[in-house]
């Protein structure tokens, strides 16, 4: 089975903190995704990868920016944390051929509460 | 553009009833349909998938959905339900994609949370 490990289930970072959040698979994906998912707002994209040292913008990406040096580790960083961004981050993996026949792989997400 | 509508945010029903959770799509190209779900406290995790076939699609847990391109339609459902269905469940539609067939990103509804009552 396809693993997707995300550094922290839970963090607590101050207002104005550089915050990372790492993200690992280990199929050899060549897809990864970023999402953060409120109540009542479902998960929104924050931005995506299709290859090493590509990233591309999803719908907000505002605040966040991402790393991907290595195929199997995708990392998303809030430059200076707020507390709008109090989230429940959910990292994902897939195929590029024929990623929609498989769908995503998730990892089991990190809470992140900035105060 | 792609979209997708669940409609309810919260459902209820008694252990042993009928699971129905509603799910509406909108796409310029053949879709790819998803249903996940997710455990408190825990990541996504996929229930079921269409593609391309019978549109008539059973995956986990005795979940099954059926794909109705007329009535734009991936509707989930379960015979009885169990309280071990309690979670939120996600329907997905894939977006065009950047390199167009099955390299699309999916697309995710609100969400629906299912309550099961003993």
């Known amino acids: 089975d396809v693993k997707v490990t995300q550094s922290s289930r839970y963090l607590v970072k101050r207002t104005g903190e550089k915050v990372f959040l790492e993200c690992v698979q280990d199929?050899?994906?060549?897809?990864m995704f970023w999402y953060r998912q409120d109540p009542g707002l479902g998960l929104r994209l924050i931005y995506f990868?299709?290859?090493?040292?590509?990233?591309e913008k999803g719908d907000i990406p505002e605040g966040y920016s991402v790393s991907r040096e290595k195929k199997e580790r995708f990392s998303l960083i809030l430059e200076s944390a707020s507390t709008n961004q109090t989230s429940m981050y959910l990292c994902?993996?897939?195929?590029?051929?024929?990623?929609?026949?498989?769908?995503?792989?998730f990892g089991s997400g990190t809470r992140l509460t900035v105060v | 553009a792609q979209s997708v509508t669940q409609l309810g945010s919260h459902v209820s029903v008694s252990e042993g009833a009928l699971v129905l959770l509603r799910c509406n799509y909108s796409?310029?190209?053949?879709?790819?349909l998803f249903w996940y779900v997710q455990y408190p406290n825990q990541g996504l995790q996929l229930l079921l998938k269409?593609?391309?076939?019978?549109?008539l699609v059973k995956g986990i847990n005795g979940f099954e959905a059926e794909f109705k391109k007329s009535e734009t339609s991936f509707h989930l459902t379960k015979p009885s339900a169990h309280m071990s269905d309690a979670a939120e469940y996600f329907c997905?539609?894939?977006?065009?994609?950047?390199?167009?067939?099955?390299?699309?990103?999916?697309?995710f509804g609100k969400g629906t949370k299912l309550s099961v009552k003993p």
């Open positions: 990868s299709y290859d090493v040292k590509m990233k």
């Open positions: 796409s310029s190209v053949p879709p790819y």
């Open positions: 269409y593609t391309t076939g019978a549109t």
């Open positions: 997905a539609v894939s977006d065009a994609g950047k390199y167009g067939g099955s390299q699309g990103n999916l697309i």
């Open positions: 994902a993996s897939s195929l590029l051929q024929g990623a929609l026949n498989y769908g995503y792989t």
């Open positions: 199929m050899d994906h060549e897809n």
